[in-house]
């Protein structure tokens, strides 16, 4: 299994400077804290990392995702997830780190609007960003494992089978989490 061990923010919305938010948990990680704390903007800093685009980001362009405040306006952003592989142990609540499983996926956003990935510290494509987050069975293209606000309803009010090509049907979205419509790669 594949747990986020701990996030990085760096000048991300309102995270001022550089913070590292965890550990979490390997399965259950509540986030609490005031109106406008920064919850909803953690949830968004993993979202930045997995390539979504600024409108699901709560923002109109990626360059306002660059924290600014009274005097305070740095040139980018960055945000860098912790991955770590895990086996659980037959005790509850317990599990072995797989050894040097250890990954970092980061992205930066810049104030001209560009924008860059990396990989353990080295540049990369997203589409690498992809293929690497692939070897890990997230499928960020087909994404199924980021439920946000508002889609909890859309879930529980799908069809039982496709009906139509634009739309998937609770069949169709339980066999692409478990994985049972996917060839085996043996
Ligand atoms: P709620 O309980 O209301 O959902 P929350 O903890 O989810 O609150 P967030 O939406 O994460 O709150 O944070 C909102 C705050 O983030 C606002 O005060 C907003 O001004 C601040 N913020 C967003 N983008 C930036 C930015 N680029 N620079 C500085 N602050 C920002
Ligand atoms: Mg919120």
Known sequence: RLMILNVEVNNFKSYYG????????????????????????????????????????????????????AGRQPDSCTVTIYFQRIVDAIQPDQYRVVPNSLFTIARTAYKNGNTSYSIDGRAASK??????LRLVDIDIEHNRFLILQGEVEQIAMMKPVRTNKNEIGMVEYLEDIVGSNRIAPF
Request: aromatic fraction near 8%.
């Open 18 to 69: 550089k913070a590292s938010i965890g550990p979490f948990h390997r399965s259950f990680t509540s986030i609490i804290g005031p109106n406008g704390s920064g919850k909803s903007n953690l949830i968004d800093s993993l979202l930045f990392v997995f390539g979504f685009r600024a409108s699901k980001i709560r923002s109109d362009k990626l360059a306002n995702l660059i924290h600014k405040s």
């Open 127 to 132: 589409s690498e960003v992809e293929a690497r």
